[in-house]
């Protein structure tokens, strides 16, 4: 199992900034994929960012020139940097990992999902 704690949101103003962190933790495990996905009340969950292990990047449109992914292969941890936030988006954040775990019997893929943070963005 690979777990996630996810951490950073709150509450700004527009026109302000937020970073969210998300640390993978677990025994024996790769990481592929890291992501972040957003719910806004009444609509479904959507891609914001990706990240592969390569640094490959990529944004949903509406975020794009504001928000930045990065990660720290070397501490597991994937971080998505907010600015000139709005309004709209305001949302529930959520942190996915995808990768492979290893045990005796040979690898396994996962795909694990933070517990989300609540990002609120007043006007």
């Known amino acids: 199992q690979v777990q996630l704690v996810e951490s950073g949101g709150g509450l700004v103003q527009a026109g302000g900034s937020l970073r969210l962190s998300c640390a993978a933790s677990?025994?024996?495990?790769?990481?592929?994929?890291m992501g972040w996905y957003r719910q806004a009340p009444g609509k479904q969950r959507e891609l914001v960012a990706a990240?592969?292990?390569?640094?490959?990047?990529n944004y949903v449109d509406s975020v794009k020139g504001r928000f930045t992914i990065s990660r720290d292969n070397a501490k597991n941890t994937v971080y998505l940097q907010m600015n000139s936030l709005n309004p709209e988006d305001t949302a529930v954040y959520y942190c996915?990992?995808?990768?492979?775990?290893?045990?005796?019997?040979?690898?396994?893929?996962?795909?694990?999902w933070g517990q989300g943070t609540q990002v609120t963005v007043s006007s």
């Open positions: 677990g025994s024996r495990f790769s990481i592929n994929a």
């Open positions: 990240i592969t292990r390569d640094k490959n990047t």
């Open positions: 996915n990992v995808r990768g492979t775990s290893f045990s005796p019997f040979g690898g396994r893929e996962y795909d694990s």
